[in-house]
């Protein structure tokens, strides 16, 4: 048989051979590297906006795509952000509303690789035309200065501001406010304060871009004439006891206003005012106390007519060394102890009042020997009684010698018997 014949006659065989070949193939290939479904979520992006036109409303940022690959392009899939793209095209589209198909491409260097679906598939998007106006800074100031004082002429920097924004949000701007409350004000405020756009029921704008984003304002408050800011100083009388001294002197307020009918009178004041004395007399404590102001015939105090001295007094701080026995506690009854040194040097420190009323019998220096079996310990003697505000600064020697002893027996002593004579 001629090898053209062989050849036709087989042929059939040998192309089922092939078929079978590549489907065992094609098997093998997937069940090494199967085929998986992912769903991933894509940024979605608006193409070809017009910059004179602005997209208003709930806009979805992103879009969830599934896709079906091969395990290992998958992936390589998801290690790159850039892998699926997302967009609507809203180029040349006119105000309005609009229901736009999203677009999905997926990035040609992953093959092969197929997109089951895209929730959602079409977005509504409204488009609005991009309005910018000019608005003058409304400033409104609530409150009132200190008694005594008064505003002068409220500024501001910038007048006025550029506000963009959709078209149907710009339009409903009525003012643009800044708002600042100067109560009780006693100097010039300078601040920056954020600035607002209503509508007209006084209702906040969202939605729209203000440039600058506030405003400095300076609002200037200035003394009325007749009235004067003095400092207060306060005078004392006496001194506190033996052993105590003054630490500190606050008043509340450091400043008060006074008021003539003749603005010469305030004007010649030195620039304070003096309290009625406080006596410090034998004082041994702080003191909390009102007084009045001591003014000139002619000036009033403003507001309150009194003011709050606080005087601190502390007891002046001294050393003292006392020798003292060392006593042993804990110790068993059949046990004595012997102690070298008996007698240790305790150095206090305190109020020098309450250590000149220090005696021996206040305070108490021990060793614990609880638990301690017959033999020779080293031991740090303690302080474990002592009077308040007194410090225990050191225990010399630090360490004591205690040993521990059977206690020795009692001597019997013989009770002579009571006779009487005739």
Same mark, same amino acid.
């Given at each position: 048989m001629s090898p053209l014949r062989w050849l036709v006659s087989n042929l059939s065989t040998m192309i089922l051979a092939l078929v079978l070949a590549v489907v065992v193939w094609i098997s093998a290939v997937t069940a090494a590297n199967p085929n998986i479904e992912q769903t991933r979520s894509v940024p979605l992006d608006l193409v070809g906006l017009d910059p004179d036109m602005l997209v208003v409303g709930n806009v979805p940022t992103q879009v969830r795509v599934t896709l079906e690959a091969p395990?290992?392009?998958?992936?390589?899939?998801?290690?790159?952000?850039?892998?699926? &793209?997302?967009? *609507?095209?809203?180029?040349?589209?006119? %105000?309005g509303n609009h229901d736009l198909?999203? &677009?999905?491409?997926?990035? %040609?260097?992953?093959?092969p690789v197929r997109r089951s679906s895209v929730i959602p598939e079409i977005v509504s998007i409204t488009l609005e035309p991009l309005l910018t106006r000019t608005y003058p800074v409304n400033l409104k100031v609530t409150g009132d200065p200190a008694v005594g004082y008064q505003k002068g002429r409220l500024s501001s920097e910038p007048s006025s501001v550029t506000i963009s924004g959709?078209?149907?949000? *710009?339009? &409903?701007?009525?003012?643009?406010?800044?708002?600042?409350?100067?109560?009780?004000?006693?100097?010039?405020?300078?601040?920056?304060?954020?600035? *607002?756009?209503?509508?007209?029921?006084?209702?906040?704008v969202s939605g729209v871009t203000i440039i600058p984003l506030d405003v400095s304002v300076t609002q200037p408050i200035f003394l009325q004439g007749g009235y004067r800011n003095v400092i207060v100083r306060v005078v004392t009388t006496g001194q506190p006891a033996n052993g105590y001294k003054l630490t500190n002197i606050t008043v509340s307020p450091l400043n008060v206003v006074v008021?003539?009918?003749? %603005?010469?009178?305030?004007?010649?004041?030195?620039?304070?005012?003096?309290?009625?004395?406080v006596d410090l007399t034998d004082a041994v404590d702080d003191i909390d106390t009102y007084v009045v102001i001591n003014l000139p015939e002619g000036v009033t105090m403003v507001g309150d007519q009194f003011v709050l001295v606080q005087v601190?007094?502390?007891?002046?701080?001294?050393?003292?060394?006392?020798?003292?026995?060392?006593?042993?506690?804990?110790?068993l009854p059949i046990h004595t102890a012997v102690i070298s040194p008996e007698i240790v040097d305790v150095i206090l420190s305190g109020p020098v009042p309450v250590l000149d009323t220090l005696t021996p019998d206040d305070i108490r220096v021990v060793v614990d020997?609880?638990?301690?079996?017959?033999?020779?310990?080293?031991?740090? %003697?303690?302080?474990?009684?002592?009077?308040?505000?007194?410090?225990?600064?050191?225990?010399?020697?630090?360490?004591?010698?205690v040993e521990i002893i059977i206690a020795p027996t009692p001597t019997p002593t013989t009770t002579p018997v009571a006779t009487s004579q005739p």
């Open positions: 395990s290992s392009v998958m992936d390589s899939m998801s290690a790159s952000e850039k892998a699926v &793209q997302a967009w *609507v095209d809203i180029s040349g589209l006119e %105000p198909e999203v &677009q999905v491409q997926i990035n %040609p260097s992953y093959r959709a078209a149907s949000l *710009v339009t &409903q701007i009525e003012e643009v406010n800044a708002s600042m409350d100067i109560s009780g004000a006693t100097e010039t405020i300078e601040r920056d304060l954020a600035l *607002v756009a209503v509508d007209q029921n006084g209702e906040p008021f003539s009918s003749d %603005p010469q009178l305030v004007n010649d004041l030195p620039g304070y005012v003096e309290t009625e004395p601190s007094i502390a007891a002046i701080e001294g050393s003292l060394t006392m020798s003292l026995p060392v006593i042993p506690i804990g110790l020997v609880s638990d301690l079996e017959l033999g020779i310990y080293q031991l740090e %003697p303690i302080v474990d009684i002592i009077p308040d505000r007194i410090i225990v600064e050191a225990v010399l020697p630090s360490t004591v010698e």
